[in-house]
């Protein structure tokens, strides 16, 4: 009997590489997706801005939402989100909101508001997704709700 074939040996051996090739490959990937939910993340921030920028010219100021929900109906109200849009949720919990403050500086006028998200990554970890963010609000600001930007996880945009 002269045939050919793989012994179950070879085929162990062969199955044993491809799993430990796969086990590398899907350990290298992991650090991806975090990166890329973080980037996602400063990315639906600055679309938000540009939806309140959008409130702003309508209504002239600041919309005065303490929470992300008061947030997305405010402006679904004067007609910057429009049917079935709705404000972006964290991608890597859905049940997890941003956060929107708004803030008076001290003559009591709504004049900036800031943005805050947490990222998977710390500032030590990608100083280059923290370009642009801030780390201290200023003492001349007052924000409502209260809300930190220390944090180094803590990504916060202030308009």
Request: aromatic fraction near 8%; charged fraction near 15%; hydrophobic fraction near 35%.
């Given at each position: 009997?002269n045939k050919k074939a793989f012994t179950?040996?070879?085929?162990?051996?062969?199955?044993?590489?491809?799993?430990?090739?796969?086990?590398?490959?899907l350990r290298n990937l992991g650090g991806?997706?975090?990166?890329?939910r973080d980037q996602r993340r400063i990315?639906?921030?600055?679309?938000?801005?540009?939806?309140?920028?959008?409130?702003?010219?309508?209504?002239?100021?600041?919309?005065?939402?303490?929470?992300?929900?008061?947030?997305?109906?405010?402006?679904?109200?004067?007609?910057?989100?429009?049917?079935?849009?709705?404000?972006?949720?964290?991608?890597?919990?859905?049940?997890?909101?941003?956060?929107?403050?708004?803030?008076?500086?001290?003559?009591?006028?709504?004049?900036?508001?800031?943005?805050?998200?947490?990222?998977?990554?710390?500032?030590?970890?990608?100083?280059?997704?923290?370009?642009?963010?801030?780390?201290?609000?200023?003492?001349?600001?007052?924000?409502?709700?209260?809300?930190?930007?220390?944090?180094?996880?803590?990504?916060?945009?202030?308009?």
């Open positions: 009997m179950l040996v070879e085929l162990a051996v062969v199955l044993l590489v491809i799993g430990i090739l796969a086990g590398l490959l991806f997706t975090s990166s890329a990315g639906d921030l600055r679309n938000v801005s540009a939806y309140i920028t959008s409130y702003y010219s309508r209504q002239g100021q600041y919309p005065t939402a303490t929470n992300w929900a008061d947030l997305e109906n405010q402006l679904r109200n004067a007609g910057v989100l429009g049917p079935g849009v709705n404000l972006p949720r964290d991608p890597s919990s859905p049940n997890r909101d941003y956060e929107y403050a708004h803030c008076t500086s001290a003559g009591g006028v709504i004049t900036n508001y800031i943005l805050r998200a947490v990222l998977e990554a710390s500032r030590d970890q990608a100083p280059q997704l923290y370009q642009g963010a801030i780390t201290n609000i200023p003492p001349e600001l007052t924000c409502n709700p209260s809300i930190t930007c220390g944090g180094n996880n803590e990504y916060c945009l202030l308009f």
